[in-house]
């Protein structure tokens, strides 16, 4: 991994082909914890080849600044995958914003790391991708993703019905956002 971002403990970075075994074995690890807030997974998700292809794409989408998508890591463990953050729907022009999603290992849930990536990923958006807003959107019934989003600062904005196809029915979300009160064009 290639961190981009470090926190008291936390290493966020972008995926190598190198960390393909690591991040497939997350997915497996966490599978039936993650199907309920996730779309429908493409053929092949849960190998290393599609890893390694993934990792390419995301450095693609990361020089054409598209899209940074990373991998979260424990300091003490840079090698272990715990979770997933992108950043994605980078749009320039009037609105200097982007889409954040994340999931993080059930293992670990309940320490404060995804509050902690959370903030440092807001953080490098504003300062290092210089946006000036940050968009995230959870199911109504995950009181987890809610609280993470509260304590980062997001406010809700609405209400969107039938939003995000999960699990083969379409799913209502809560809108989010925080907004950098220092962009500067």
Known sequence: MRSLIETERLCLGLPEPADAAAIA????ENRAHLEPWSPSWPAGFFTEDFWRDQARSTRQDFRTGTAVRMVI????????????????QVVRGPVHHCVMGYSLAEEVQGHGYMLEAVRGAVGYAFQELRLHRVSASYMPHNRRSAAVLRHAGFT????????????GRWEDHIMTAIVNPDWSG
């Open 25 to 28: 074995a997350y997915y497996r």
């Open 73 to 88: 890591a424990l300091r003490a463990q840079p090698r272990r995958v715990i979770g997933i953050l992108s950043l994605t």
């Open 156 to 167: 809700i904005e609405g209400y969107a019905r039938d939003y995000i196809r999960i699990e």
